[in-house]
């Protein structure tokens, strides 16, 4: 039996998403807000989301736990060998290393900032968002999803991040893109996440 610890609609959604995917029961235990909860804190003392705990197991680092999850249940979200699994590691690590990253820099410039430090910070990391949005936007133009003509987990996390975009204006999704989000949020999977963890998902229209 699986817990996992989560934030509404931060990056643990889509270990959520994926669980659902794989038929997985879980045990869900917010700890958004403003303290992390203190028996959180004895589990994972970085306070950060997702951490699963697996039968008295901790795994933290989404990626890590998103292959974790496919390779303990054979599921399709990343295939098991070869340049698929390659390009599928490629696309999840990008959404994990590269595209997250950036929009924790805006997030902070968001909260942490005043003034015109904080309007040109932000300037700065919503162009450098922009600049990843319209890379996606040209391999969705070329391939039906991130790593191929498969759904794999780097198409979830890329749906869960996307969102975050209703928190600043100036973020620019194409419209390959909008049409690969509307497609994973409409899946069963998604529904049931967006609805347990009482996210709207705003950016897709
Ligand atoms: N590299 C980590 C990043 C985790 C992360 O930054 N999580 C955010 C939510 S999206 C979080 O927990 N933020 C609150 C905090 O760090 O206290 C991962 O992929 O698991």
New binding site residues.
């Given amino acids: 039996m699986y817990t996992l610890y989560y934030?509404p609609g931060?990056?643990?959604m889509a270990i959520h998403v994926v669980l659902n995917e794989l038929g997985q029961q879980v045990t869900l235990e917010n700890v958004g807000g403003d303290k992390?909860p203190e028996a959180f804190l004895k589990i994972n003392p970085?306070?950060?989301?997702?951490t699963l705990v697996d039968d008295g197991h901790t795994i933290?680092?989404?990626?890590?736990?998103i292959v974790y999850l496919n390779d303990k249940h054979k599921g399709a979200l990343l295939p098991a060998s070869g340049f698929e699994r390659a390009a599928a590691l490629e696309w999840l690590m990008f959404c994990?290393?590269t595209l997250?990253?950036a929009y924790?820099r805006a997030f902070f410039a968001m909260k942490a900032l005043k003034g015109e430090e904080q309007k040109n910070i932000l300037s700065l990391s919503v162009s450098n968002i922009n600049k990843l949005w319209q890379d996606v936007e040209q391999r969705l133009g070329s391939s039906e999803y991130l790593a191929g003509n498969t759904l794999t987990a780097g198409d979830i996390l890329l749906t869960v991040i996307a969102n975050w975009s209703a928190h600043f204006p100036d973020i620019k999704i194409g419209e390959n893109t909008k049409r690969l989000l509307r497609e994973v949020i409409a899946r069963p999977a998604y529904q049931k996440a967006l609805q347990a963890e009482k996210v709207e998902y705003k950016v897709a229209a």
Wanted: charged content about 20%.
């Fill in positions: 934030m931060a990056c643990s992390r970085r306070g950060n989301v997702p933290r680092e989404g990626g890590a736990i994990n290393a997250h990253p924790g």
